[in-house]
């Protein structure tokens, strides 16, 4: 696709079920990242996909979450158990294999809600 | 450990006036260094980058940045701010660590335009 695409853009969940997050990257883009954001705090860097690799998964806040790539292409992140403070939007955002410009493109997020 | 630090997490200045929105960085290498823009209900927009060539960046929208390595700063100015420019706006650091590259992101400032 044109840009970096993410679904849902709103999700709606109770405390206690699991929920996934989907990432479609840029087109050749071989390097993908995940970002947490939260009212007043900043992006919080949660993993890094270099292919379908996970070279930097060090930002996960407990094994309640997970992430997989498949197909050097669309990324999910996956929460169980979600807790209200999980409640933020998830960034995702794709980079190109030479990382030469260093630019990061990031789609819109997915607003996570749990009640 | 590389980091960023925005000062001021709110800026609020009148249309015509000097936009000043201050970054410093902490690496011990030569940083890739950006500025994002985030507008509401949206993912972050690339504003400008510096990559170790021309010290003075110049970006989209009439904004600029001044790289200056003896005060470790990446402050992000426009000299006359417009409505449109009322957004969030990130500073951010690529670290480098075997091969593996991680973005790290200020907490943010978020600009206020007044009429």
Same mark, same amino acid.
């Given at each position: ?115 | ?12 200045? /009148? %249309?015509?006036?000097?936009? &000043? ?6 690496? *011990?290498?030569?940083?890739?260094? @950006?500025?994002? =823009? ?31 390595? /003896? %005060?470790?700063?990446?402050? &992000? ?6 409505? *449109?420019?009322?957004?969030?706006? @990130?500073?951010? =650091? ?22």
């Amino acid at each position: 696709g044109a840009g970096v695409s993410q679904s849902p853009s709103n999700k709606v969940t109770e405390k206690g079920k699991d929920v996934e997050l989907r990432c479609d990257p840029i087109s050749g883009h071989t390097a993908l990242y995940w970002y947490r954001q939260s009212l007043g705090q900043g992006l919080e860097f949660l993993i890094y996909f270099q292919g379908n690799s996970a070279p930097d998964k060090s930002g996960l806040p407990s094994d309640r979450f997970s992430a997989e790539r498949t197909g050097g292409s669309v990324s999910t992140l996956t929460i169980q158990r979600t807790q209200q403070e999980d409640s933020a939007v998830y960034l995702c955002a794709s980079c190109s294999a030479g990382l030469n410009t260093g630019e990061l493109f990031f789609g819109e997020g997915s607003r996570l809600t749990v009640l | 450990a590389q980091s960023v630090t925005q000062l001021g997490s709110h800026v609020s200045v /009148s %249309e015509g006036a000097l936009v &000043l929105l201050r970054c410093n960085y902490s690496s *011990s290498v030569p940083p890739y260094l @950006f500025w994002y =823009v985030q507008y509401p209900n949206q993912g972050l927009q690339l504003l400008l980058k510096y990559t170790s060539a021309a010290t003075l960046v110049k970006g989209i929208n009439g904004f600029e940045a001044e790289f200056k390595k /003896s %005060e470790t700063s990446f402050h &992000l100015t426009k000299p006359s701010a417009h409505m *449109s420019d009322a957004a969030e706006y @990130f500073c951010a =650091v690529r670290s480098s660590t075997s091969g593996t590259y991680k973005y790290i992101f200020g907490t943010g400032t978020r600009l206020k335009v007044l009429a």
